[in-house]
C-alpha cells in the first residue's frame, strides 16, 4: 500500500509480537519503500495507446504489489512520473525454474514500447 512508512510498520509489528511473547527478538532485516505508479494523465495515456498498438486491445490499469526496491528512489530523484508494462503472462513463470517469455508477447512489447517511446518524444 503507497503512503506506508516501513520503519513505523516494522516498529508496530515487534509491539505486537513483543507484547505476546516478551521473549521474541524481532529483526528488521530490510525494508523497501513503497510506490504507487502512475495511471492517469498523458503518459498513462500514451502507454495505454503504446499497449494496444502493440497487442491489439486497450489494457486497464491495477494494482499489483512486487518489490523493485529502487523505484521509489528513482521516482524521488528524477521526479518524473515512472509507469510499469506489465508484459509477462502469468502462465510464463516469471522468476521459476521454467520461465520463459513467448515471441507473441515478445512482439507486442517490442511494438509497444517503439510507440511509447515515439509517443514521449513529441510530449
Do not use: C
Amino acid at each position: 500500500m503507497p503512503n506506508q512508512n516501513p520503519r513505523r510498520i516494522f516498529r508496530l509489528l515487534k509491539k505486537h509480537l513483543q507484547e505476546r511473547n516478551p521473549d521474541i527478538e524481532v529483526i528488521n532485516d530490510g525494508a523497501l519503500e513503497p510506490f504507487h505508479g502512475v495511471s492517469e494523465g498523458p503518459y498513462a495515456e500514451a502507454l495505454q495507446d503504446a499497449i494496444e498498438q502493440g497487442f491489439g486491445r486497450r489494457p486497464v490499469f491495477v494494482r499489483e504489489g512486487g518489490s523493485i526496491g529502487a523505484v521509489a528512489t528513482l521516482q524521488r530523484a528524477w521526479n518524473v512520473p515512472i509507469l510499469f508494462m506489465g508484459l509477462s503472462l502469468p502462465e510464463h513463470g516469471h522468476h521459476a525454474p521454467n520461465e520463459y517469455f513467448d515471441w507473441g508477447q515478445a512482439s507486442g512489447s517490442i511494438h509497444a514500447f517503439v510507440e511509447y517511446f515515439r509517443t514521449l518524444s513529441k510530449m
